[in-house]
């Protein structure tokens, strides 16, 4: 499986980003999906994840109610929809799959992992 994120950029504080991640292969709809985070001279942390069907998905405390996963399993992407963007949302954001677990907000639960693409919101 590959992964493609794409979407990042600069932003002001309080503006809206959607990012996306495309994935390679016909089993897409196999995998959890999740989107993870590290900013600069930090640990990776868990953003959100969404299952297989999409029919759940599992946010961060951080950004629950600001930011929507979702996947379009006919498109083989998943989606990072994030509003009301705040200086600390500032990291370089990684899609991955899982192929084993229904569900995870744990990086170790992951197997493939895209590139990353940065987001920078000033203040």
């Known amino acids: 499986v590959q992964l493609q994120a794409f979407g990042g950029g600069l932003v002001q504080a309080g503006d809206s980003l959607t990012l996306s991640c495309a994935a390679s292969g016909r089993t897409f709809s196999r995998y959890a999906m999740g989107w993870f985070r590290q900013a600069p001279g930090k640990e990776r942390e868990f953003v959100a994840t969404i299952t297989r069907s999409g029919d759940s998905t599992y946010y961060a405390n951080s950004v629950r109610g600001r930011f929507t996963i979702s996947r379009d399993n006919a498109k083989n992407t998943v989606y990072l929809q994030m509003n009301s963007l705040k200086p600390e949302d500032t990291a370089v954001y990684y899609c991955?799959?899982?192929?084993?677990?229904?569900?995870?907000?744990?990086?170790?639960?992951?197997?493939?992992w895209g590139q990353g693409t940065e987001v920078t919101v000033s203040s």
């Open positions: 991955a799959a899982s192929t084993v677990y229904s569900i995870s907000f744990m990086s170790t639960a992951y197997n493939y």
